[in-house]
């Protein structure tokens, strides 16, 4: 069974930073995946805030453009979202998405929440 464990989340002054992890396991897929972070603020529609694929090639959302790096570790289906210069509208709950490219699946995990006050 896969698991999907976000850890790294917490309550922060505006400016300063977190690093948030993630890992999945309990699979076997050999195959190129896509590892994301996504965060919902309360009211808020889920939202893409970058993302990393198993062969480096990663992207971002404008709104984190230049203030969030996302690295990966290939072989062992980990993510790291490090967080800088945050602001009171990054604060969300922040999701992490695993998912697999042969196949139609993908994995969720329970969130982490990030809360950057002003």
């Known amino acids: 069974q896969v698991q999907v464990v976000e850890s790294g989340g917490g309550s922060v002054q505006a400016g300063g930073s977190l690093n948030l992890s993630c890992a999945a396991s309990g699979h076997t897929y050999t195959c190129t995946y896509l590892m994301s972070w996504y965060r919902q603020a309360p009211g808020k529609e889920r939202e893409f805030v970058s993302g990393i694929r198993s062969d480096g090639i990663a992207g971002y959302a404008n709104s984190v453009k230049g203030r969030f790096t996302i690295s990966g570790h290939s072989t062992k289906s980990m993510v790291y979202l490090q967080m800088n210069s945050l602001k009171p509208e990054d604060t969300a709950i922040y999701y992490c998405?695993?998912?697999?490219?042969?196949?139609?699946?993908?994995?969720w995990g329970q969130g982490t929440q990030v809360t950057v006050s002003s």
């Open positions: 998405e695993f998912d697999p490219q042969c196949t139609d699946n993908n994995y």
